[in-house]
């Protein structure tokens, strides 16, 4: 929730935007001036005085005017060696940003160059450990800025080092709030609610933008989406980006017919944008759109066909087709131009599980959850790839994590029911499947693997009370359904047989009747019954007995009961 409900001093929030702009583009900071750009186009309506514009002054450059431009046009055509040399005896703070940035650029594009298909670890990168080592003595020395600041937490993190890594992207986001980057890593390193509250963040406007994405990024969609809105009247209500993160809640809800008409209102107002259309192309795989797939393919190509969104949504398209191999290729190709492209690890590992190719699945999903740890999709892609492989201690550890990052996901919690169940976890996998059923088991199977959790362990009146309730829920008898729906109406006759309901056995043995699977059980059952009925036809009229403790009488027959007499029909359970 945003404390304070007015509105933003908007030219104020503008002209330290158009700052910011500047001073990322200088340093090459190019995604954070992308975004810095597009959130002042929102604001195209706020009217700045020219002579307030920020314009950038040569002085920042100092006597180094020179050596910056030259530097600055190598890194610009990603010659990030010959940027370093250059400004490798530089003093100024944009010029000594630089030839850091440069070096931490430059091993990871090499890292992608050399990669085969087995990843390499960047934590024994000996070169990322020396730039490390130059930072943290600088750090010590308090010779950082707050763009170097931001290098150094990038560079802990990518070394695993994450309580320091969090502790320097703070110093950096209050040296300077408006550095986009800063808080977007900041947001990776993240595990709950309860460590982002504990974190004393600078009081800024750009702190509600930092803590929507932190709840998306823990799955925390309705605050995102709370934020978000109130974001729009406050202001920023033409911002795409905010659209966008809209839509990306909605996505994460699995509320896929509203994420996509909300995709389609985004392209509407900015059809060349690409940020996030491999998220877009997901939701059309789930609903296996393939027309519009293939056309959203097309685009993008002719948009940018080296872009990572748009292998990505290739790749989906291939996907899609169960063209595994060439999908593997595009998310291969998505990770050639940004190997921190989180979705491009995940989709890769589920290609490669298609593929029976665990050992590759494994190291995507590994690969993704460095990327971010808060990945469930790997996670879980992980819990999968380990049963698989009938290693189910490791398959639980796996989704565990998974359920914890998605604790009201029934997906997560049926996956660690199943897991429990085959390690004779009873009780365990009696919890799991219970709250799967209680957060929105929409595909009515937690119901069902309780119930034959609780027919395994001879706890027959749950089991009856839980497969009554699946029967009556499920109305569609398709695929494993069917099969399920075949168990369950055979469970229930059997038991109400033992328990004498004959109309109750009856109704389900006609039920049998309906699957190939109980059919002739079902036929069999339907004679039991009848020759129980008949047998109870013939002991003929009424039956009253005297309780020797009791001088109440008991009609047994139901056909002689009449509520006008004065006599009580008492069935075996309320008898006392």
């Not at 080092?161 to 986009?180: D, F, G, R, S």
């Not at 996998?429 to 199977?445: I, L, P, T």
Request: charged share 25%.
């Amino acid at each position: 929730m945003i404390d304070d409900p007015g509105k933003f001093d908007l030219k104020s929030v503008k002209i330290s935007i158009q700052k910011a702009v500047l001073d990322c583009s200088i340093r090459g900071l190019n995604h954070t001036a992308k975004w810095l750009s597009e959130l002042n186009f929102s604001l195209k309506d706020v009217v700045v005085d020219p002579t307030e514009r920020v314009h950038t002054n040569p002085a920042v450059f100092g006597d180094e005017y020179d050596t910056y431009f030259v530097a600055k046009s190598y890194f610009d055509v990603k010659e990030y060696d010959r940027c370093a040399y250059y400004t490798e005896k530089s003093t100024t703070p944009i010029c000594r940003f630089l030839h850091a940035y440069s070096k931490y650029l430059s091993l990871e594009k090499k890292k992608i160059e050399d990669m085969t298909d087995d990843w390499p670890d960047p934590r024994t990168n000996s070169k990322l450990q020396s730039l490390c080592q130059d930072l943290r003595a600088d750090y010590l020395d308090w010779k950082l800025d707050c763009y170097m600041l931001y290098l150094y937490g990038v560079v802990l993190k990518r070394r695993d080092l994450h309580n320091e890594a969090i502790q320097v992207l703070v110093e950096a986001v209050h040296k300077e709030p408006l550095h986009w980057g800063a808080w977007f890593e900041l947001a990776t390193l993240i595990p709950d609610r309860a460590k982002l509250k504990s974190l004393l963040l600078p009081d800024h406007w750009i702190k509600q933008f930092f803590l929507a994405h932190t709840y998306l990024e823990q799955q925390l969609n309705d605050e995102a989406l709370d934020i978000y809105s109130q974001l729009q009247t406050q202001g920023f209500g033409q911002s795409n980006y905010l659209l966008a993160q809209t839509a990306v809640a909605y996505h994460n809800k699995r509320n896929v017919v509203k994420a996509i008409s909300t995709f389609h209102e985004l392209r509407k107002l900015d059809p060349l944008r690409l940020d996030n259309l491999d998220i877009f192309s997901n939701l059309l795989y789930v609903k296996e759109m393939k027309v519009e797939l293939a056309y959203l393919a097309h685009h993008t190509t002719e948009v940018d066909k080296y872009r990572v969104e748009t292998c990505c949504v290739i790749g989906n398209y291939y996907s899609l087709r169960t063209e595994h191999q060439k999908a593997v290729l595009y998310f291969q190709r998505a990770l050639r131009l940004n190997p921190q492209y989180l979705s491009a690890w995940t989709l890769m590992g589920h290609e490669y599980m298609e593929m029976k190719n665990t050992n590759a699945a494994i190291q995507s999903y590994r690969q993704a959850i460095e990327v971010n740890r808060r990945d469930y999709r790997a996670w879980y892609g992980l819990g999968q790839t380990y049963e698989i492989l009938k290693l189910t201690n490791y398959c639980l550890y796996y989704y565990k994590q998974a359920q914890q990052l998605r604790p009201n996901d029934s997906r997560m919690l049926i996956a660690l029911g199943e897991t429990y169940e085959k390690l004779d976890k009873v009780q365990e996998a009696m919890k799991c499947f219970y709250k799967a059923r209680s957060v929105g088991d929409v595909e009515n199977v937690a119901i069902f693997k309780l119930a034959k959790l609780y027919e395994k362990v001879l706890m027959h009146e749950q089991a009856l009370s839980v497969y009554t309730e699946f029967v009556k829920e499920v109305q569609q008898t398709t695929g494993d359904t069917k099969s399920d729906m075949a168990h369950a109406y055979k469970y229930l006759t059997v038991q109400h047989l033992k328990n004498n309901n004959l109309d109750l056995a009856h109704q389900y043995a006609q039920k049998c009747l309906m699957f190939e699977e109980t059919k002739e059980e079902g036929k069999s059952f339907l004679k039991t019954i009848a020759m129980r009925r008949a047998q109870q036809g013939e002991e003929g009229g009424m039956q009253i007995e005297v309780d020797e403790n009791s001088s109440r009488q008991r009609i047994r027959n139901p056909e002689f009961y009449s509520p006008v007499r004065s006599l009580v029909f008492l069935t075996p359970e309320n008898n006392t």
